[in-house]
């Protein structure tokens, strides 16, 4: 949507709408969310008379083997925007949530048929959450070099309140051919930084102060997004921006929780109740109390408070433009998504319309990672100083059972004044 000063966030070089001065407001300013699955959720069974049938062995089968889960929330609380001819500076603060969780379909078989078909090999899979919220304050600036070449820089202080990295989460089961016994293992590296400990220690601090949670300061990271724009023909416009690049220093309410352990079960020996003459509670109890002393061991947690880093997820955009007509151009972006330890592709064929500086029409299709089935849709409208703006990425998400991406943004502007570049443009395209 060429004419939304939105489009800003995705490169720090787009001088899009010709509007002097741009203001964002909380709460009126918008809001992004994003959904995002490798699976849809018809595959985890079907739904007959409004009752939900799961079926397992279905999911298990349609599935990849590295499967996720993805959302995402921006809230913008304040946007500014100056424009003066061929520059453009721009401050903006926004708060932000992501979440992504990992795993591998043979954690679904394991639960769909248990641990019998894996006795030929083991199991082990391997699992993945991060979870963050953060404020971001944006400081940038644009500006033509030449007629042809536009830059475009955003530092970014950013301010963490919470965080849940899994930095290794295995999982193992051994079955003996012969069923004659099983090995568990477990091993694990999480940090964590909460407003609330994890510890079950009677010391542990339980006490949630919203305010204090909302104006902390001490967890501060950095980030960058840098961004190109050429006008390689009269017509044709190629685009590149790197945005999010950074990471975030945890230091207040931080731990840092391991465990490691396995142990081996062997069943239970009735024949010992058989054979014993006195026959008391302790008989009974004894093998199910070892059982569960070997569990909790393995899952025993240790826990330290040693300050880590955390990268937040960054985005690499490349785009091409082609002007067909003074109100119309096509459009096609490659983005990669770099999220923790997974890597995510889109790629998303657009048309725009745009009629004066009133009203916009955008369309376009998107494969994302292995889904096919995404067709964006957006417009805005201008009346006077405001403009109202609305998109999805998917308006097929509509049937959320068939869906595996969803996006939705809308909010509003004020706009005010014109760019004395955009006057000069208008005239000579009158004469």
Not at 48 to 63: M, N, P, Q, R, V
Not at 233 to 260: F, R
Request: a neutral charge; hydrophobic letters at 40%; glycine letters at 6%.
């Amino acid at each position: 949507m060429g004419n939304v000063p939105q489009s800003n966030y995705l490169n720090p070089a787009r001088l899009t709408d010709k509007s002097k001065v741009i203001i964002n407001l909380p709460l009126l300013s918008g809001t992004n969310i994003s959904l995002s699955n490798s699976f849809a959720f018809h595959d985890l069974g079907e739904i007959k008379d409004t009752s939900l049938s799961i079926d397992l062995g279905k999911f298990y089968s349609k599935i990849p083997f590295k499967n996720y889960f993805s959302e995402t929330f921006s809230l913008p609380l304040f946007g500014f925007q100056y424009r003066s001819k061929d520059k453009l500076f721009s401050f903006h603060i926004s708060e932000n949530q992501s979440l992504r969780f990992c795993f591998d379909s043979d954690l679904i078989k394991l639960i769909d048929k248990g641990n019998y078909a894996f006795i030929e090999s083991p199991f082990s899979t391997n699992l993945d959450f991060n979870f963050l919220h953060f404020r971001e304050y944006a400081l940038g600036y644009s500006q033509n070099i030449t007629d042809k070449l536009t830059v475009g820089l955003n530092i970014k202080l950013l301010t963490g309140f919470s965080a849940f990295d899994v930095k290794r989460l295995n999982i193992g089961i051994e079955t003996g051919s012969n069923l004659e016994y099983v090995k568990l293992s477990a091993n694990g590296n999480y940090n964590v930084s909460f407003p609330v400990t994890l510890n079950s220690e009677s010391n542990s601090n339980t006490n949630f102060n919203p305010l204090s949670y909302l104006t902390n300061s001490s967890n501060l990271g950095f980030a960058v997004d840098i961004g190109a724009r050429y006008q390689i023909l009269p017509k044709l416009e190629i685009s590149a921006s790197l945005v999010d690049l950074g990471y975030i220093h945890w230091k207040t309410n931080i731990q840092n929780i391991t465990q490691s352990g396995s142990f081996n079960w062997k069943g239970y020996d009735l024949s010992n109740l058989i054979n014993e003459p006195t026959i008391n509670e302790n008989s009974y109890t004894a093998p199910f109390d070892a059982l569960l002393d070997s569990v909790s061991e393995m899952i025993k947690f240790k826990f330290d408070s040693t300050p880590f880093k955390t990268a937040i997820p960054t985005k690499l955009y490349m785009a091409a433009n082609y002007k067909v007509s003074p109100i119309f151009w096509a459009g096609v972006v490659d983005r990669i998504l770099f999220y923790d330890k997974q890597v995510s592709n889109s790629l998303t064929l657009s048309g725009n319309l745009q009629l004066g500086r009133i009203f916009s029409l955008s369309a376009g299709y998107s494969i994302i990672d292995k889904s096919y089935n995404n067709l964006a849709l957006g417009t805005a409208l201008k009346l006077g100083p405001v403009e109202f703006y609305c998109l999805t990425g998917n308006i097929l998400a509509l049937n959320l059972l068939n869906a595996q991406n969803l996006s939705l943004q809308f909010g509003m502007n004020f706009m005010f004044g014109k760019n004395k570049l955009y006057k000069t443009d208008l005239k000579k395209n009158t004469q």
